[in-house]
């Protein structure tokens, strides 16, 4: 797993200047990744000028500035570059400047605006004082450098931004009539939850879900948004971070996305030194579509189906998959890794038009600004429904519900550490009787906002 951290913007510039287009995948562990504060600008880089206008040749140049100096990134040719007082002043050496000649040096600084100046500067012989003060000599150039993001915020922003309800993220086939819901199972997400991945267990189909006692059932019907613990199956958390760079691309959220470059779906797969390779021949759409089939068809595959798709799925998701550099933070779009020049087993499509993308405008900074519960939907419901709620710092939340009496009926949560953003969780009253009840959530934030809330909402059931 990555440790996220801060990437210069220079860096960005030579990933999306690349002459083949990149692609971009996510893997089931960075998808599991708390995120970051993605797009918060933390430091900045600048260009600094100065001038020699004496008329004797020097060696050294000492400069104070109004900023922390983080690092040096070009002494201005100057061998000798040293940081000194709490990181304020910059000494060089060791370079003859000639009278009427300039210098640039580049450096970080922590000022995240732009109004770094060198506040005093001189030029030295020796490290020793020769010519007069000078200053303020404000920077000629400035470059804010960002938080960069990593699977989670790419798992947030895709079901906050891009992905909509109800249709949410449908693994498996989702079943048209009542009675073929009966025998076959899929699962559908809704939200961004980090609990989703990572899926350890054997490739399998939708055979059987797993209860909080640990015994099992018979996988029917639609089951939403299960934690790994419910159906830890493989092929399952890596058809499911496909389909997320599908859904990325598709939209523009990652490259490429210029008009004249394939859309990632639209790849076709064809392992050459595998013949016999199960995705042969197809389109990573098409394999989407085969993986779902098998998943909830579980008798008309045998059980290496499930193998042999977890493995080519896995060998896709793993081609793009690299550090996250955001390309652009506004709109949001998350730079390519890897060219199809660099991977043997995939290729464009032949004679297809491409895609156009509709670019979404929204920055990252995805962590909402209040508390909100929703009502529960559907409302009347018969026997189970869902309560969503969004949170704005990570907190401590208690669900309860109540019949008319103010008894406390069923404990949904229970002092549960959650995530900040939008949260859903499902009550099943099953062993309920038919009545009005209410649910209250009480909310006790764990961040800089020490956030405390109880907010009750009343809902219906009929059996």
């Keep these: 797993m990555r440790v996220p951290g801060v990437i210069f913007l220079l860096m960005c510039a030579s990933l999306v200047f690349a002459q083949a287009p990149a692609y971009r995948t996510f893997s089931q562990d960075d998808l599991a990744e708390k995120k970051t504060k993605a797009g918060k600008l933390v430091a900045s880089n600048v260009w600094l000028k100065f001038h ?94 960002r938080i ?15 992905i909509t309800r109800p249709g949410g993220v449908v693994i498996g086939m989702a079943q048209p009539t009542p009675d073929s ?12 939850d980090r609990k989703f991945f990572q899926h350890v267990g054997a490739a399998r189909c939708f055979d059987l879900i797993t209860n909080g006692n640990g015994g099992t059932k018979a996988f029917v019907k639609e089951l939403k948004n299960p934690h790994v613990k419910k159906h830890d199956n493989h092929l399952l958390g890596e058809l499911h971070a496909l389909k997320l760079a599908c859904i990325a691309n598709d939209s523009g959220f990652t490259e490429p996305i210029d008009f004249g470059s394939a859309l990632f779906s639209s790849l076709v797969y064809n392992d050459t030194v595998n013949s016999s390779d199960i995705c042969n021949g197809k389109s990573i759409g098409e394999i989407v579509h085969l993986a779902d089939s098998a998943l909830t068809y579980c008798h008309y595959f045998d059980a290496s189906v499930y193998t042999d798709l977890d493995y080519c799925i896995s060998r896709i998701n793993a081609a793009f998959d690299g550090d996250y550099v955001a390309s652009s933070f506004f709109p949001f779009v998350i730079a390519g890794t890897h060219s199809l020049d660099e991977v043997y087993f995939l290729h464009a499509p032949s004679g297809a038009v491409p895609a156009i993308r509709a ?7 995805m962590t909402p600004e209040r508390f909100e519960l929703s009502q529960n939907y559907p409302n009347p419901f018969n026997p189970s429904t869902t309560i969503d709620f969004t949170l704005p710092e990570d907190a401590m939340v208690t669900l309860s519900v109540y019949n008319l009496l103010g008894q406390e009926v069923a404990k949904v949560l229970d002092r549960e550490q959650l995530d900040a953003g939008d949260q859903s969780v499902n009550f099943d009253a099953g062993t309920l009787p038919s009545g009005v009840y209410f649910y209250r959530i009480v909310v006790d934030g764990v961040g800089d906002l020490q956030l405390h809330k109880q907010v009750m909402k009343r809902m219906v059931l009929i059996k």
């Design 52 to 145: 020699n206008g004496t008329a004797a040749l020097h060696n050294g140049l000492h400069v104070k500035f109004n900023a922390k100096v983080l690092a040096v990134l070009d002494s201005g040719g100057f061998p000798s570059a040293v940081i000194n007082d709490k990181g304020k002043v910059l000494d060089l050496g060791g370079k003859d400047v000639g009278p009427g000649d300039s210098v640039s040096v580049y450096v970080t600084v922590s000022k995240k605006d732009s109004g770094t100046q060198a506040i005093q500067w001189w030029w030295t012989d020796g490290g020793v004082k020769v010519d007069p003060k000078n200053g303020p000599t404000p920077a000629e150039t400035y470059e804010g450098i």
């Design 181 to 192: 819901a009966k025998i076959h199972g899929w699962i559908r997400y809704l939200k961004a």
């Design 148 to 162: 960069q993001p990593n699977g989670g915020n790419v798992l947030e922003y895709l079901y906050k931004k891009i």
């Design 359 to 365: 670019l979404r405008r929204e920055g990252p900074d």
